[in-house]
C-alpha cells in the first residue's frame, strides 16, 4: 500500500509477494488428495483470484485501520469464507 511515487524495488517487491501469495494457494489447490468437488464452485483459477483479492483487502484494512480491523475479526471472518468455499 505505498503512496504512489515509491521507489520501484518497493513495486517490484510487492510484485513478487503477490505472485508467491497467488503460486501458495494455487498449490494448496493442487495438492495431493484436494477434490475440486470440494469448492463451493470447483473453479481453482477463480478461487485463488478471490482469495489473492480477500487477503490484500485484509492487509489494506488491518494496516489503515488497526483498531477496527483487529487481527481476530479478520481471522474470523477468513474462517468463515473458507467454510464457505470448502463445504464439508
Given at each position: ?38 469448492l463451493a464452485n ?25 483498531r477496527t480491523y ?19
Amino acid at each position: 500500500m505505498p503512496s504512489q511515487g515509491g521507489p520501484p524495488e518497493l513495486y517490484e517487491r510487492l510484485d513478487q509477494a503477490r505472485q508467491m501469495t497467488e503460486e501458495h494457494l494455487a498449490a494448496g489447490l493442487e495438492k495431493e488428495g484436494f477434490e475440486a468437488s470440494r469448492l463451493a464452485n470447483p473453479d481453482k483459477e477463480l478461487a485463488v483470484r478471490m482469495l489473492l483479492a480477500v487477503s490484500e483487502q485484509f492487509v489494506h484494512l488491518r494496516l489503515t485501520d488497526p483498531r477496527t480491523y483487529t487481527t481476530e475479526r479478520l481471522v474470523a471472518q477468513a474462517e468463515w469464507l473458507f467454510r464457505a468455499m470448502f463445504p464439508r
